[in-house]
């Protein structure tokens, strides 16, 4: 994981030296995989260099946008011996993130529930500091629980851009739901693996 979010610093240092300026532009739904939907702005496109198996990846490289979503099955966690509510996923993905940097800020925390799964989200500013200037990065962390999995947004860009990828990512978060072929087909499985009384 330190080797992803290591990956994740160093886009965004590669890339922040050639972006301009950007703004966000409407939003069009993407399917990931038949497990989730979101909508994302148009301006953001499919990459495959942010994560070695994220199955959403999107940046708007000239602008300094990035964005990941990652989903993990509980029963794959279990076999790590390993349970985590909501709340401690959460600080798992903040934590994993913020080891990459220096220093690290938490803006702001919130709860809520979103198409009917419920979600924290953590708003922070993490820093790099070299010898010219401290490279400043604000990250806006989205955490879905589902039946049997949890699910990571994970969005970035330069700290100058916060205000315009804060709103964004709010309504990118709002827009998250589960795809109803995914609900199908684990309802579909767990009837056919009835449990023993």
């Not at 220096?102 to 419920?118: A, I, K, W, Y």
């Not at 947004?153 to 700290?159: A, P």
């Amino acid at each position: 994981m330190r080797k992803y979010v290591t990956i994740l610093a160093l886009a965004l240092l590669v890339t922040l030296s050639a972006c301009n300026r950007g703004g966000m532009k409407p939003t069009r739904e993407v399917d990931v995989e038949g497990q989730f939907g979101i909508a994302i702005p148009s301006n953001l496109l499919p990459c495959n260099d942010l994560h070695e198996f994220a199955p959403l990846q999107y940046a708007d490289e000239r602008g300094g946008y990035f964005l990941v979503g990652i989903p993990e099955n509980k029963d794959q966690i279990a076999q790590l011996k390993v349970k985590y509510q909501l709340g401690d996923y959460a600080n798992f993905v903040e934590n994993t993130i913020a080891t990459a940097f220096d220093t690290v800020n938490v803006s702001h925390r919130d709860t809520l529930e979103v198409n009917g799964l419920h979600c924290q989200t953590v708003d922070m500013f993490a820093a790099v500091v070299s010898e010219r200037a401290p490279l400043e990065v604000y990250y806006h962390i989205s955490v879905f629980e589902s039946a049997d999995r949890f699910y990571q947004l994970i969005g970035w860009t330069h700290r100058e851009r916060q205000a315009v990828f804060g709103e964004a990512a709010k309504e990118i978060d709002c827009s998250f739901h589960e795809l109803p072929d995914r609900l199908v087909n684990q309802q579909t499985a767990s009837s056919a693996h009835p449990k023993l009384r």
